[in-house]
């Protein structure tokens, strides 16, 4: 069982940074992939990014490829987010997820696989 809890969410200008952070509970943490997506209003919620379980590979949406870096450090029990050159079309919730299943290699990016959720942080970019 894992708990997760993001934050790190805020108001911010175009091309500001913000860094999300989400904190997981449950000593298997450092066994499952986590993600991160988002959702904003009237929209599905769409894959971001990932990072594998011993955080040796990662993988990004092509809208935040080299604007977003996910990072994971299994001592604390955290995931990251840090998002620079932020834009109007990035302000959504984000949410944090870990993977159905530990040790799963297989880049996965659909919400079906993905058993445990945080409530999500809301990131706003002004214009």
């Known amino acids: 069982q894992v708990q997760l809890v993001e934050s790190g969410g805020g108001l911010v200008q175009v091309g500001g940074s913000l860094r999300l952070s989400c904190a997981a509970s449950?000593?298997?943490?450092?066994?499952?992939?986590m993600a991160w997506f988002r959702q904003a209003p009237g929209k599905e919620r769409e894959f971001v990014s990932r990072i594998s379980w011993n955080g040796g590979s990662t993988y990004y949406a092509d809208s935040v490829k080299g604007r977003f870096t996910i990072s994971k450090d299994n001592g604390k029990n955290t995931v990251y987010l840090q998002m620079n050159s932020l834009k109007p079309e990035d302000t959504a919730v984000y949410y944090c997820?870990?993977?159905?299943?530990?040790?799963?290699?297989?880049?996965?990016?659909?919400?079906?696989?993905?058993?445990?959720w945080g409530q999500g942080t809301q990131v706003t970019v002004s214009s």
């Open positions: 997820a870990a993977d159905r299943y530990p040790y799963v290699v297989v880049v996965r990016t659909t919400t079906g696989s993905y058993g445990y």
């Open positions: 449950g000593r298997t943490f450092s066994n499952y992939a």
